[in-house]
């Protein structure tokens, strides 16, 4: 099965998270983190800042890696590297998604998120919960 790789910017703002919604593709009307493929000598953070940079034409600062989710789809595998960020310039303008929100710890569930998003969504609750205390 072919192997995917992707990173993808979990976007924090006081409290809240950064999710879109695809507005292309197999998976469209599905929310998801913003990112995109690694290309061929790419570290993951320099193809995170380079898509963020591409699709919301803002500039993100990435912190740390929050997970690495590995999922199988149909027709491939997923290795999706997802890294902690904040803006630091921009407006995050949407230029392939449909719809953005802001969603806080008790809104995640809130959206129809892609497949392998929800075990990713289950431990951010856990991460924002640590983060109010």
């Keep these: ?39 061929e000598n790419e570290t993951p953070q320099e193809a995170l800042v380079r898509e963020i940079r591409e699709e919301l034409d803002t500039e993100i600062a990435v912190r740390d890696l929050f997970d690495t989710v590995e999922y199988d789809y149909p027709d491939f595998h997923l290795s999706m590297k997802c890294y902690i960020c904040t803006v630091t310039s921009g407006n995050l303008v949407l230029k392939e998604h449909e719809a953005a929100r802001w969603l806080d710890r008790e809104n995640l569930d809130s959206v129809d998120w892609l497949p392998a998003d929800l075990n990713l969504i289950r431990k951010l609750k856990e991460y924002l919960g640590e983060q109010e205390c």
Excluded: C, N, S
């Design 1 to 39: 099965m072919k192997t995917i790789r992707v990173v993808a910017a979990i976007i924090l703002h006081e409290g809240t998270v950064f999710a879109t919604q695809r507005g292309y593709g197999a998976f469209k009307d599905g929310w998801e983190f913003p990112g995109g493929k690694i290309e």
